[in-house]
């Protein structure tokens, strides 16, 4: 008995002995090497703990279908941190991998003693075995030529979220911002009830006035003869008087200010199923049409990036397919060109209307104005959107697929100021904020061109022609010569791999102007034509088959052009420098021809009424639809399988989840501080 108790406390020395030789030799904390040790031992028992058993199911595992793109090995976040140790619990961490060229992550549950440089180095030490065998294996040589493993980064996850003063400022902004319309709106509804209850007619009220009226007749008569006696008003009198008259003011403006920010009044005719009369009713239909069309591509893309356990598979399914062009394949979200031409279209009819309005003439002043209006439009839902980006995803708890939440964070921390100032589109695609609000920037950068333009048109149409005629072709010769010198893909989802395309081309205004610019003359045009443009029944057949033709031409080369040679290739080039202006110029003649009355079916269609109360919100709906996104991405403690039916009935989820949220962001943020600003 007393050899058996020497040799086990000898058992235990030299095991101490051991955990205390690597954890120096490792650079690992006594206290992190002694749980691992104490969970890994367990393991090898032939009957391990509940916990051991719990820390080692919630390893990642090799899948199925590893050919077909199943490479993550996200694990089980809940089961490892419900792990309950002898002296620790159980922390989930992800370790990103590199093997012949593929890079994936691999979930481990270790002690929540080790940090995140710990446990990489206790897999770089490959401390994780069981009875010999690696809990983190490379993918087997018969699936990857080269089983070689590096290991290029490990994050772990805490229990709970821990916002920074950043994260806690943007989430009071924003419920200061949504709490202020919802008390004007109570108090409005007070004041009016108090206002509705003082003039409800009371018949016994009624009575006693008539019968007292002559008595305040002589009162008011003895009145005005002691003030006829006494000469001037009393200095009291109108020191009252002014009192009365600031505080009468006063009042006036808070409730101004309170009816500007109400609810009450920012849904008047928010679902209104009639345009005015002052817009053209097709732009409704085009306008929604493209934003399903970018929901439904946001949709696919932000989940490709790194959800997906059948990825290849998927790129092998819709890059040839020309059916997924609705999603994301073929020409890249040619929807955006359709929202830059109806940008161009409409400030150059809002700006001539002003003109008008302003005794034709185009001063400084009202092109300030012009610009501030635009300016105060965007601004709010814009902000509010950054801010709730950060706030947001900083108290969430972290799911498995929270890489793209995480990069969002810490670049609004960094860069918030760029979406300030509407020049987010001219950093890299890495460092944007909020990278769907690009956009916002790009428009506002070709908005404030819109002035300048009505001036050459004002001044000579001549002069107008040539100038339009050279910043398109700038347009297009710059996007021709960065695709050929950088041999920059035409064709989605070939982009995915090219980083330099968002970098260089997909956002930059030197490259996306000619939509814009289209815009901007066919509102002149439409704005101050005096007869119509198509006379004739030829010139609609003709039209139609020249823009039918022209959209469908653009998809398919871009699936003829899929492939990205390794030298300068002209056919790219050209396609990639002039297919964004041909799109926008076929929707030109679809506009014209619906609102001269040529527009047959196409034009019933996009004159729905349907279509303008959701043209109403789709300004928030655009902007928040991609967080909606992303949040349930990032929540996913798997992969998704990608099948067309998954993903049409994700789309229908987002999109019903993005109007009503939409619809209450702009009662909320978008409309009552842009009536806030007019009062």
Not at 530 to 540: A, D, F, G, H, N
Request: proline letters at 4%.
């Amino acid at each position: 008995m007393y050899k058996m108790l020497r040799l086990t406390w000898s058992a235990v020395t030299l095991m101490y002995l051991f955990v205390c030789h690597n954890a120096c030799a490792w650079n690992v904390t006594l206290k992190c090497m002694e749980d691992t040790t104490t969970f890994l031992k367990e393991l090898q028992k032939e009957t391990p703990s509940k916990y051991a058993v719990l820390m080692y199911d919630a390893f990642g595992k090799i899948g199925s279908d590893v050919v077909g793109g199943n490479v993550n090995r996200p694990g089980s976040l809940r089961e490892c941190l419900s792990v309950e140790g002898p002296e620790f619990r159980g922390q989930y961490c992800q370790v990103f991998l590199k093997q012949d060229r593929v890079e994936y992550f691999v979930g481990v549950c270790v002690p929540d003693s080790c940090t995140e440089s710990e446990v990489q180095t206790l897999v770089i030490y490959e401390a994780f075995e069981q009875k010999r065998i690696s809990l983190l294996p490379s993918v087997p040589s018969i699936l990857m030529s080269d089983s070689t493993l590096g290991i290029f980064m490990t994050q772990c996850f805490s229990d709970s979220p821990h916002p920074d003063l950043s994260a806690i400022v943007c989430l009071f902004v924003c419920c200061a911002l949504l709490a202020l319309p919802l008390i004007a709106s109570i108090c409005v509804a007070l004041i009016k009830r108090k206002r509705m209850r003082e003039v409800r007619p009371v018949v016994g009220f009624a009575q006693t006035s008539n019968t007292n009226q002559y008595g305040a007749v002589l009162t008011n008569g003895s009145a005005n003869q002691s003030k006829e006696c006494s000469g001037a008003p009393d200095a009291t009198q109108t020191r009252n008087q002014n009192a009365e008259n600031v505080q009468h003011g006063i009042s006036k403006t808070v409730l101004s200010c309170l009816q500007a920010l109400s609810v009450q009044n920012s849904s008047q005719g928010l679902l209104a199923t009639e345009s005015s009369g002052s817009s053209y009713s097709s732009l409704n239909g085009i306008r929604i049409l493209s934003l399903l069309w970018i929901i439904s591509g946001h949709t696919v893309q932000l989940s490709a990036w790194s959800n997906l356990d059948n990825d290849k598979r998927w790129k092998d399914m819709v890059e040839k397919n020309p059916l997924y062009v609705l999603a994301f394949s073929g020409p890249v979200y040619l929807a955006v060109d359709s929202f830059l031409l109806l940008g161009g279209l409409l400030s150059a009819k809002s700006l001539l209307n002003s003109i008008q309005r302003s005794d034709n003439t185009l001063s400084f002043s009202l092109v300030a104005h012009f610009l501030f209006k635009r300016f105060k439009r965007i601004q709010p839902l814009h902000l509010f959107i950054v801010c709730l980006t950060v706030g947001l995803f900083s108290v969430v708890q972290r799911g498995v697929f929270w890489f793209i939440a995480e990069d969002e964070v810490f670049s609004c921390k960094k860069y918030w100021w760029s979406n300030l100032l509407l020049i987010n589109n001219l950093f890299t695609i890495t460092d944007i904020c909020a990278p769907w609000t690009w956009y916002l920037s790009i428009d506002f950068q070709f908005y404030a061109t819109t002035p300048f333009l009505i001036f050459l048109y004002r001044m000579n149409k001549s002069v107008l022609v040539v100038v339009s005629s050279v910043l398109l072709m700038l347009s297009s010769v710059t996007g021709a010569l960065i695709t050929g010198f950088l041999h920059l893909p035409v064709h989605q989802p070939t982009t995915l791999t090219y980083e330099s395309y968002f970098q260089y081309y997909y956002n930059k205004p030197y490259t996306r102007y000619g939509p814009y610019l289209l815009g901007i003359l066919a509102g002149i045009y439409m704005t101050t034509k005096k007869e119509t443009l198509i006379k004739q029944q030829w010139q609609v057949a003709i039209g139609w088959l020249c823009s039918l033709s022209v959209m469908a031409l653009l998809v398919g080369l871009a699936y003829v052009l899929r492939e990205v040679p390794p030298y300068p290739s002209l056919p790219h080039a050209v396609y990639q420098g002039m297919h964004r202006s041909l799109w926008a110029l076929a929707l030109v003649w679809i506009i014209l021809a619906c609102e001269e009355g040529h527009g047959g079916f196409v034009d019933k269609i996009l004159s729905l009424g349907l279509w303008a109360p959701l043209s109403n919100i789709s300004f928030a709906c655009y902007l928040i639809h991609p967080i909606i996104i992303i949040l349930y991405n990032g929540k996913q403690e798997t992969t998704m399988h990608y099948t067309d039916f998954n993903f049409f009935y994700l789309f229908l989820g987002h999109l019903l989840l993005t109007i009503p949220i939409g619809y209450a962001l702009t009662v909320l943020i978008e409309k009552p501080y842009l009536f806030l600003s007019k009062r």
